[in-house]
């Protein structure tokens, strides 16, 4: 039964904080980048640009790391590992915008290049590891 996100790692999640996501090439090395990440429910969505590295390594394998290190304190750490749910172009527009909103306080992506075609990537979580734990 995959893992599911606890408050608190859902409040470090919704803060406007660079998560490094790790892919696996078709080489089977591994490829890093970081993103601006979103997070629906137990999901963690990010958003990229079709032609880059990642859609290609997820489309060929749909494992996914992701690390997040809360800015304000190096000590809290999220750590998860998930699959691929969805690649879509669906909506993808409107969430890079929101996710410029989160990140820059601008309405809208500033970076957009002539003829990109923007990705919506929806992971869900299958393992969490954060620290400190959450109090029970």
Same mark, same amino acid.
Request: glycine content about 6%.
């Given at each position: 039964?995959?893992?599911?996100?606890?408050? &608190?790692?859902? !409040? *470090?999640?919704?803060? #406007?904080?660079? !998560? @490094?996501?790790?892919?696996?090439? $078709?080489?089977?090395?591994?490829?890093?980048?970081?993103?601006?990440?979103?997070?629906?429910?137990?999901?963690?969505? %990010? @958003?990229?640009? =079709? +032609?880059?590295?990642? #859609? $290609? @390594?997820?489309?060929? @394998?749909? !494992?996914?790391?992701?690390?997040?290190?809360?800015?304000?304190?190096?000590?809290?750490?999220?750590?998860? &590992? +998930?699959?691929?749910?969805?690649?879509? /172009?669906? +909506?993808?527009?409107?969430?890079?915008? %929101?996710? !410029?909103? $989160?990140?820059?306080?601008?309405?809208?992506?500033?970076?957009?290049?002539? +003829?990109?075609?923007? *990705? $919506?990537?929806?992971?869900?979580?299958? &393992?969490?590891?954060?620290?400190? /734990? =959450? #109090?029970?």
């Amino acid at each position: 039964m995959p893992d599911r996100l606890t408050s &608190r790692a859902r !409040a *470090l999640l919704e803060r #406007p904080v660079i !998560a @490094n996501i790790a892919t696996v090439s $078709k080489s089977g090395m591994p490829q890093l980048s970081p993103v601006w990440i979103d997070v629906d429910g137990d999901d963690i969505i %990010f @958003n990229t640009a =079709d +032609g880059r590295q990642k #859609p $290609k @390594n997820l489309r060929a @394998n749909p !494992a996914v790391a992701i690390s997040v290190v809360d800015p304000d304190d190096p000590y809290t750490v999220l750590l998860v &590992r +998930g699959l691929v749910k969805d690649i879509t /172009e669906e +909506g993808a527009d409107e969430h890079i915008d %929101f996710l !410029a909103s $989160k990140y820059l306080g601008k309405p809208s992506y500033p970076f957009r290049q002539e +003829g990109e075609r923007r *990705l $919506k990537v929806r992971v869900s979580t299958e &393992r969490i590891i954060a620290q400190p /734990e =959450d #109090p029970a």
